[in-house]
């Protein structure tokens, strides 16, 4: 099973200001991404000394509650500061009038990209 998902990306503005060569958006090309979302319990609160607002609701985290943690490609701990278990991000300039996927490349650095996070967590678990 798979699912897709159409995404518009500024592209020009996320490598604005960048020093170092990143790969481009073309068809075929390979991103590493995640997407989280952070869901914090929280109480409406009358009193407009809260620290937060939304929609003019003013709102205060629950103390002690812990939040709630999603993300699009598992990271095994809550940390978005791992890439390499973020998911993997296919460009495609083809375009269907069905709207179907577009076929999947096959990532040709997967193998052994995997491998080198295998010897990495390896090697952290042991040391």
């Given at each position: 099973l798979y699912w897709s998902d159409e995404v518009q990306l500024p592209i020009p503005l996320l490598?604005?200001?960048q020093t170092q060569v990143i790969p481009g958006s073309g068809n075929g090309t390979f991103?590493?991404?995640?997407f989280s979302r952070v869901e914090?319990?929280?109480l409406i609160n009358s009193n407009s000394s809260a620290n937060h607002s939304f929609h003019g609701y003013a709102y205060e985290k629950i103390a002690g509650v812990a939040e709630d943690n999603w993300v699009w490609s598992p990271q095994r701990v809550v940390d978005m500061h791992e890439p390499d278990t973020?998911?993997?991000?296919?460009f495609s300039n083809e375009t269907d009038p069905l709207h179907r996927p577009s076929k999947l490349e096959y990532y040709e650095?997967?193998?052994i990209r995997e491998m080198a996070m295998s010897i990495y967590y390896a090697q952290k678990a042991y040391l």
């Open positions: 490598l604005y200001n991103w590493r991404i995640n914090y319990q929280v973020w998911g993997i991000l296919q650095e997967w193998p």
